[in-house]
């Protein structure tokens, strides 16, 4: 009998345990989702959340949303998820409060950063909208054209200064960034560059002398320049 038991309790916790395992691969590989268990999906509830609150009527998106993050209510992501189904849903107050939520309490949730860069750019905070940006540069955004973005940001002088700011912080977003040199306007990127040198940042040797040979090639004179400048303070 005592054999049957523990054969019995030894099996239970094999399931809980493959349970809990294929919940966690949904986090990584998404088209496992669907085969969790309800009462395992964690991971997975957020995998199907996030084509619900996309797809789905608002009333059952914002029902899915809801349900998530009462189950998990603190990563970040779940409360940017509830905020687009409140949005559908037309509570666009509440949406906004909760994007607010969100990009305060996970820098690295895409859904909230971009959300509140559109918002600080169609208000003119550039401060803000810089701030959201190097949020996006540093988790690798693809989603959206990061490129295009910063590029109307560096379109007024407010923007440029705003986001020489934001390099003066020495983030490693900035890396990725001057990585993308090719998409942005070069004098507005050159005299960003100049202005974040001139506040202290110890922009990258390396990224720096490889848009200045770009521009230099281009016969940029005053780029070139601003950049050579840039360069006297680089870090190596």
């Known amino acids: 009998m005592i054999r049957y038991v523990w054969i019995s309790l030894m099996v239970i916790l094999a399931l809980l345990a493959s349970g809990a395992q294929?919940?966690?691969?949904?986090?990584?590989?998404?088209?496992?989702?669907?085969?969790?268990?309800?009462?395992?999906?964690?991971?997975?509830?957020?995998?199907?959340?996030?084509?619900?609150?996309?797809?789905?009527?608002?009333?059952?998106?914002?029902?899915?949303?809801?349900?998530?993050?009462?189950?998990?209510?603190?990563?970040?992501?779940?409360?940017?998820?509830?905020?687009?189904a409140k949005a559908r849903s037309g509570d666009n107050a509440n949406a906004m409060l909760l994007l607010q939520m969100?990009?305060?309490?996970?820098?690295?949730?895409?859904?909230?950063?971009?959300?509140?860069?559109?918002?600080?750019?169609?208000?003119?905070?550039?401060?803000?909208?810089?701030?959201?940006?190097a949020a996006l540069w540093g988790i690798g955004e693809r989603q959206m054209p990061l490129a295009a973005s910063t590029a109307k940001v560096l379109a007024t002088p407010e923007g440029r200064k705003a986001m020489a700011a934001a390099m003066s912080t020495n983030g490693r977003w900035i890396n990725a960034f001057l990585t993308e040199s090719e998409a942005m306007p070069p004098h507005h990127l050159a005299q960003t560059i100049a202005i974040a040198s001139a506040q202290g940042a110890r922009l990258n040797c390396a990224a720096l002398q490889r848009i200045e040979t770009v521009y230099a090639k281009r016969k940029l004179a005053a780029e070139t320049e601003m950049l050579a400048t840039a360069r006297q303070t680089c870090s190596r």
Do not use: C, Y
Not at 69 to 76: D, G, L, M, S
Not at 102 to 128: K, L, P, T, V, Y
């Open 22 to 84: 294929l919940d966690r691969q949904s986090r990584r590989n998404p088209m496992l989702a669907p085969l969790v268990p309800s009462m395992f999906r964690s991971f997975a509830q957020a995998r199907q959340v996030i084509s619900t609150v996309r797809s789905a009527e608002p009333a059952e998106a914002l029902k899915a949303a809801e349900l998530l993050v009462q189950r998990r209510p603190i990563p970040a992501e779940h409360l940017s998820l509830l905020a687009i």
């Open 102 to 133: 969100a990009a305060q309490r996970g820098w690295r949730d895409s859904i909230a950063q971009q959300s509140m860069f559109g918002i600080a750019f169609n208000a003119g905070d550039m401060a803000e909208a810089s701030r959201r940006l």
